[in-house]
């Protein structure tokens, strides 16, 4: 049976934000566990909206021939920006944070790309959780300021 590794990706969303470096690392983290779990089916998780850290991270899945997987509460289903095409869907809960814990319980990596006040909090879970669990777990966190 093939080995799974799910890569969490979280950060800026509808906020202003310099999409090209935020790919670069991206794209960077995304190459570099591909190329070291090259025995693992790779999925790549994220908040299934169509816009911001989200988007480009599908995109670069998509480059890369990895499993996209929307992973949101109900909220997600109504967005203006629309949703990415993925393909695999997990919605829980109704708004945006209720689905959180189960979020971070499905993945083994986590990559931040800047972001708010959601994403420092499925940080300091993804640290929680995982630590507590004695779990082999990665954090990548890039600090990307927002634009004005």
Known sequence: MQKLLK??????????FDKSRA???LEKVIKH??????????????????????????????????TTVGFSAKEALG??????????IMIIG???????????DYINVLIRIGGGNQSLIEVALFKD??????LDSLLY????????
């Open 23 to 25: 790919k670069i690392e």
């Open 79 to 88: 967005v203006d920006c629309g949703l990415y095409p993925v393909k695999k």
């Open 33 to 66: 566990l591909s190329t070291i779990h090259k025995d693992k089916t790779i999925e790549i998780v994220s908040g299934y909206t169509n816009i911001g850290v989200p988007k480009i991270a599908y995109l670069i899945a998509d480059e890369l021939n990895l």
């Open 94 to 104: 109704e708004k945006f944070g209720d689905e959180s814990e189960a979020f971070i």
């Open 129 to 134: 959780k995982k630590a507590s669990n004695n």
């Open 7 to 16: 890569i969490g990706v979280i950060g800026y969303s509808g906020r202003p």
């Open 141 to 148: 966190e890039v600090e990307l300021e927002e634009l004005k």
